[in-house]
């Protein structure tokens, strides 16, 4: 009789465990549920980071999201401007946000020309949070990554002549991957912001991560583009620790 009742449960409970698990799936697909959703109580300062994807942006209410600041793409390489740049720098800055600007390294320029693009895109105010440099794989650098000892000369430029420029460090973002490649037991006066949307990231040589962009599947109210998504981060710190984070100063003062 046990036997039976098994022959007769058993496609019944594999057809329920693969239910859950494709209807689990489609709610991660659709940022319904989140693989990273650390407590606000141990991250209470958090924010976002855009682009051009997320389209036409109302920032004052997405200001009202419960976030504390954003991080605008402005370059990519020597050459390209986010065409929405300059409309959410300016408005991000009307609101209570702490705003900052971000450019996408590319592998394929050099580190002066890039800096160029950069510093001739974003203008400098009192309270800038510092500039980011995202460094990342695209197209087939990730099967094929660039040598380390470029890559680094490169960043190394870019990042001297921003200082320079803003008068503030610039911080460093990354994935694991990039990370362990090009980062790890180097760059260590910058500061880290390490994308990990699955679990919490751990750095390989140890070093303390500053901002964790923790998911790439949020949802909040006020942008209306192509990307239904919105990237989600969070500081290591307290409101106090941020609110000391080092700005930058208005270029000339």
């Known amino acids: 009789m046990k ?9 019944i409970l594999a057809l329920w465990l ?31 980071d855009v682009s051009r994807y997320q389209g036409e942006i109302d920032w004052q209410t ?26 959410n720098f ?11 600007a971000y450019h996408f390294f590319s592998f394929d320029s ?5 800096a160029e693009n950069f510093i001739r895109t974003v203008p400098a105010f009192a309270g800038m949070l510092p500039p980011v440099i995202d ?19 490169q960043l190394h430029t870019l990042l001297d002549m921003l200082e320079a420029h803003y008068g503030v460090r610039p911080i460093l973002y990354a994935t694991e991957e990039s990370y362990a490649l090009y980062l790890a037991h180097d760059f260590t006066p910058y500061d880290i912001w390490i994308r990990n949307v699955t679990s919490a990231p751990t750095l390989t040589d140890g070093r303390a991560w500053t901002f964790w962009q923790f ?14 998504f919105i990237d989600l981060n969070v500081f290591a710190g307290t409101a106090e ?8 100063k208005e270029v000339g003062k």
Not at 3 to 11: G, H, L, T
Not at 140 to 149: A, K
């Open 3 to 11: 036997r039976i009742r098994w022959r007769i449960w058993a496609p």
């Open 18 to 48: 693969i239910l859950s698990a494709v209807l689990y799936a489609w709610a991660v697909y659709h940022g319904v549920v989140l693989l990273n959703n650390p407590p606000r109580e141990k991250y209470p300062v958090r924010g976002v």
């Open 62 to 87: 997405l200001a009202g999201e419960g976030i504390d600041f954003a991080f605008i793409k402005a370059t990519e390489g020597s050459s390209y401007t986010d065409p929405c740049f300059e409309e």
């Open 90 to 100: 300016t408005n991000a800055r009307a609101t209570d946000l702490a705003v900052g």
């Open 110 to 114: 050099a580190g002066e020309t890039q």
């Open 135 to 153: 460094l990342e794989f695209y197209g087939g650098y990730d099967q094929n990554p660039p040598p380390t000892d470029t890559v680094t000369a």
């Open 215 to 228: 998911t790439n599947r949020g949802i909040l109210d006020g942008y209306r583009g192509e990307e239904k």
């Open 241 to 248: 620790e941020f609110t000391a984070y080092p700005r930058c």
